[in-house]
């Protein structure tokens, strides 16, 4: 009897990496949802030359998505198709030049504020009320409590689809209001921020108002951050509130009571229950204000 072929998978396809190639990763305990399906191939770049040499070889059919610390993302239940990369170690290091700060992309932003306030360096502040990294702020041109990132950057370095490194200033990026027009095949790798010389106590101190703000304002639970942009000459939480939204559930995801611009997973909720809170929330903002509100929180993947 002949034996049965072996069934090949996506990852038989791939380049050979330096860095850890997963197949089927989960991917719901990586995201601040805490939900969601597995990605088909989960990529762990050692450094930048492994992730250009990597994206080089991977197949043109093959979708490519980077997921940093899962923050302001929603994983559909029927998870990622193609390659994930997550940059991690070799992407995470902060340094400082003059009076400017380098980090890379995969460095969380409240560590990248972190170490400017151990420079006694001002300006970058706000980062430590963005959960994310600094990839994914370049990526969003994100923003919080004054400051954004177009205000900051000097440079940023990506990666495109064809392994090429690219450097560009903001000029090159066109931000706008929680967005880039960065091609979509980039990832961004490393970026130059812009800060001041201050006294180190005072810029601690305004890391710890940020924090207290974040803490009194926002739920600390599993939740993706800001849900929907704020529309031109309105706050999203006020419309969702008057619209009567505070509180509304769908199954184990409910609109947070502490600030409606937050949906959370209270334990058990599917990626589907989440986005068709959001979308419920959507509807009855534009019934009851004509407002259409635009999601922050970035969704992935398909259905299950």
Known sequence: MMALAKSSHLVDR????????TADAPLGPQTWFATGGPAEALFRP????????????VPADVPVTVLGVGSNLLVRDG???????????GFTTIGVEGHDVVSGAGAPDLNVALTARDHALAGLEFLSGIPG?????????????????????????????????????PEKLGFRYRHSDAPAD?????????????????????IAEIDAARTESQPRSRTGGSTFMNPDGHKAWELIDKAGCRGLRIGQAQVSDKHCNFLINLGGASAADIEALGEEVRRRVLEQSGV????????LGVPK
């Open 133 to 169: 990294t600094i990839g994914g702020a370049l990526a969003m041109n994100a923003g919080a409590y004054g400051g954004e990132l177009a205000q900051v950057l000097v440079w940023a370095e990506a990666v495109d689809r064809a392994g090429r490194l690219h450097r560009v200033g």
């Open 79 to 89: 998870g990622i198709r193609g390659v994930v990369v997550r940059l991690l170690r």
């Open 46 to 57: 050692a450094d930048i030359e492994d992730l250009a040499t990597f994206l080089a070889g």
């Open 292 to 299: 259409s509100l635009q999601w922050e929180i970035r969704r």
């Open 14 to 21: 791939l380049p050979k990496p330096r860095g850890r190639l």
């Open 186 to 206: 980039w990832i961004f790798t490393r970026a130059r921020l812009a800060a001041r010389p201050g006294d180190a106590a005072e810029i601690g101190r305004r």
